[in-house]
């Protein structure tokens, strides 16, 4: 690690107000700790977020159907919520289903829609190309690199790194708003707007300013019993996904009155399969339906030789997530 | 379902009593028992050890001002300034060094993670940070990653192992001609890394003369005079400290870069130097299991009998030193074969050298020689498990010498009962649970009884305590308590009043704790120096316990000693003083006089999902029968690593390598994908008795390897069972069965 200076401002404010170039926070630190360690992330001050304001932004809040969440709770405490379990299992399923007992224990949700990607050759500063790591070196997965975790979705010739994140599917799913306390004060943000495509400058992952603070996450309708996160990974546990879909579905008899769909481990940021969603509105329940939605979410995908997989996968793990969801009590 | 814990298991006819280990409570309570916990003298100074980003090129210039230039740093060794070093024998030369490439030996770079440089300072941040500040520029040349890269060159074994000899045992050509079922098949293993929970790490500090090492080790006594052979000392002067070490699996047998850059950067600085391998470092520093490709063609006549079998392996291995593990002549060994042939190649690539992991050869050949057997069981139409009883043979038919003990067909009896075979439908996909499928597979496992010489001193004391001191290795084996039961038997002396000490070059030298062969090594040698203690109290072979105790309370001095030695039926006592150089003499498996193995049966049964193909396995039965069972809760915690690491080999384990750069991209333990306990079922394991008086003192086969061997044959042919998809490279991943 490089030397750097630590501060542990006491209020939200303080810590935006106070923000300098070249400083960054962290809250668990799971992802930030790990990349500095690694010298990807070489903050020259960290500023310390895990405590603000004792517990302030520490918080699950129902009001009839809207569920607000405090950035800084830890992914268990959210996982382990047994109204969020009941009202909108996809949240828990997605948090559950990620990383490992203790590195849950330690980060917290507003960290974890920040992580970034697994890329081999973005984590290792030996790799000279990486568009992501150092604007214009290139892309070594592309440059005949190892893809076979890379994404198909949202890619662009520059990088096709995968957003590995699980509980973003469900926020994206979720028509989330990010509440944010930026330079200038508060304000909102699309959680479908956090998160930018790669394009030609793959280092600009988010919308974010450096300073701009994530306060809490706020879902206007989180009514979701008939909801699921299904997770296909190497492993049973602690791996990320090769595919995964975030699924909810509200009927009106046998017909699919709304769904959604979010698509882990297969694009370049948290993805919403909205016209696949369209598709299903609408229309019965049925498995050659759900095939036929999938056919869309997957129309678009471009592959490497060793990703190609992940087309068939996600399209069939997207048709068993909905089969199960559907199968769920509404 | 599966069981919150193990119980602990009951000793069966001839095994020893299932005690727990000595050191049970240091490991759970996190005592401080590794070397790098050992404490120095002084203040130690921390290393960093800066490895190439390329896997083959030359560097071209080295600035190390900003580098010397962060407060605290003390020095960077790079190959131009670095202290003259003595030639170190790699393993097949009778040396101990991984590589014949020098630590630090010049500008030229021969694979990716190759160590160029070493900054030493008073802290670790600062030699860390130093590191960010060294700026070594390379000119680059285009690497061999693996097969079929560009630039991978073929050789016979024959032309780098004069001693390898292809079999040519009859005419398999014509038996296989002649078959009335006969298959051809291609399989492939990957690349894997051991990936022990504890580092690569090396301390070292000097006194005067005297070198003093602490450093994981599987073999203390050899890397005393390997290190002392590098860095032209008197071997006398060296000594290993390595008292017990967090897991190996054949990684820590060589001596690798480390252990001369700490003690050369020590004694420049006059003070302790601990180095330690990052775990991405780890990769590229201390060898892997390399990959291999494996061709089988086997045939069997109408009635199910072996015929001939032809194998030929192809194995990756590093351009400076062409380690290989062969084996084919092990595999020759298990049935009944009419006829075989088989031939070994090296390729060789810009890859770091390859090492011994858990079943070196074994993992490979035997998952081959095992998928073949299933495939042509299912050609054949008969029962696997049938099938494999039918061909079994009471001699090794390659070179004609008997078994001293051999019961594959009572661990397959025993695992078909437990695991209820006999209700398998031979029909692939004939089982399901809703979208589920079912599939059950079944694969023999073996393990060579392998055994090295090996000394010990006992000491009695009149008190009725005794303590044993020998240079054996404990990687997390059981070891330790192991050496105190073989005593307690000889000696009649409750194996808790013994004491042990090992992992220590002072002790009397010990063989390689690697093979398998500690445990029979090490008894054989403790019951030696024991029946010297009773021949000296003038107690006969028969005593009573009561006459023991007796003879011991008698005793005129306060305490007795003896050193006993043993050496295994081919050697003779040069061995034993061989062993003083550090010299590793291993006899095993089939030689001229006899073959010598230990077997298993194991049973699986996996499910995969219809649609998304993920593969679970709900249980695994693994029945084995190893001679005498010194202990069968160490015995049993073998077995349980074994099938689980069985499981992982099958499914999750592999090193991933970028073919264009020839460098290793999952190099954490993160993505490098062991199971964890979500992907391990029911496992249940089953001790077989079985007695073998010809094989060594105490008639222990080693265990050690046993149960990690032939695991994926019997995975890939539960998957096979499942969905009617034959995968014959490994690990299975979904991709190849969507
Ligand atoms: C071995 C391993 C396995 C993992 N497996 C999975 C997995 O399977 N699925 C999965 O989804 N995740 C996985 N993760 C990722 C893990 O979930 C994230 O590291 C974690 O959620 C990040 O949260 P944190 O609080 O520790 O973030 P930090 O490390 O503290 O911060 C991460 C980033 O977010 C920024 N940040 C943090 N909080 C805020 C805020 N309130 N406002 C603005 N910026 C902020 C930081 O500046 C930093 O850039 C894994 C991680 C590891 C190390
Ligand atoms: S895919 Fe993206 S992150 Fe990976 S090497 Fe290419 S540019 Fe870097």
Known sequence: ?330 | MAQDYTPVPAAKENMGQPIARYEALQKVTGAKIYADDLPVPGRPAYAWMVTSGIAKGRITSIDDSAALAVPGVQMVMTHENRPPLGDAKTFSSGGLAITELAPLAGPEVHHDGQPVALIVADTFEAAREASFKLKIAYTEDTPTATFGSPGATQKNLKEVNPSFEPIRFNDAGAALAGSAHTIDSEYYTPIQHHNAIELFSTTAYWDGPRLVLHEPSQFVWGLKNAAAEQLQTDSETVRIKSPFVGGAFGSKAAMTHRTALAAMASKQLGRPVKLVAMRDQGFTHSGHRQETRQRVRLGCDASGKLTGYDHTQWEFTARTTPYSNGGLEKTAAMYDFKAVKSDNYVVQGDRNVPTFMRSPAEVPTVYALEAAMNELAAEAGIDPVEFRKMNDTRVDPVKGVPYTSRSLNQCLDAAAERFGWSRRNPQPRSMRQGEWLIGWGCSMAMYPTQMSPSTARVTLKRNGTASIEVAAHDVGTGCYTIAAQAAGERLGIDPTRISVQMGDSRLPPGPVSGGSISTASVTSAVANACDRLNERLGLPADATADQRRAAIAAMSMPELDATGSWFPAELDQKAVDALYEGGVRIVGGSTDKRAMYAFGAEMVEVRINERTREVRVPRIVGAFAAGHIMNPRTAHSQYLGGLIWGIGSALHESTEIDHKRARYTNDNIAEYLIPVNADIGEVDIIMVPEVDDEINVLGVKGIGELANVGTPAAITDAIWHATGIRIRDLPVRIEKLL
């Open chain 1, 1 to 330: 690690m490089r030397p750097f200076h630590y501060d542990k401002p006491a209020t939200a404010t303080d810590a935006v107000t106070n923000f300098r170039p070249g400083a960054q926070y962290f809250a668990g630190g799971t992802t930030m700790v790990d990349l500095m360690k690694l010298d990807v992330m070489k903050p020259a001050r960290l500023i310390d977020i895990s405590g603000l304001e004792k517990g302030r932004y520490d918080f699950i809040k129902w009001s009839g159907k809207s569920l607000r969440i405090g950035a800084l709770t830890p992914m268990t405490k959210l996982a382990d919520d047994d109204k969020v379990r009941a009202r909108v299992p996809m949240l828990s399923d997605a948090l559950w289903l990620a990383a490992s007992p203790q590195i849950r224990n330690m980060a917290r949700i507003g960290g974890n829609v920040l992580q970034r990607t697994r890329c081999p050759y973005f984590r290792d500063t030996s790799y000279e190309q990486c568009n992501k790591r150092k604007p214009g070196s290139g892309c070594a997965a592309l440059d005949g690199g190892v893809t076979r975790h890379h994404a198909v979705l949202g890619t662009s010739d520059k990088c096709i790194a995968t957003y590995p994140g699980d509980f973003a599917q469900a926020l994206v799913a979720l028509d989330a708003v990010v509440e944010i306390l930026g330079e200038d004060g508060p304000r909102s943000l699309r959680f479908a707007d956090l998160h930018v495509l790669p394009e030609a400058r793959p280092d600009r992952e988010t919308t974010l300013a450096p300073s701009d603070l994530i306060i809490a996450f706020s879902i206007e309708d989180a009514d979701f019993p008939r909801s699921k996160y299904l997770k296909i990974r190497d492993r049973e546990s602690y791996a990320y996904a090769l595919a995964s879909t975030a699924s909810a579905l509200r009927m009106d008899g046998n017909t699919i009155a709304d769904v959604r769909l979010g698509l882990g481990g297969v694009a370049t940021t948290p993805w919403r399969a909205r016209e696949a969603e369209a598709a299903l509105r609408g229309g019965p329940a049925t498995e050659a339906q759900f095939a036929r939605a999938a056919d869309i979410a997957f129309a678009g995908a471009s592959t490497t030789d060793e990703n190609a997989f992940k087309v068939e996968l996600g399209k069939r793990t997207m048709v068993r997530s909905l089969l199960e969801t559907a199968r769920m009590e509404g």
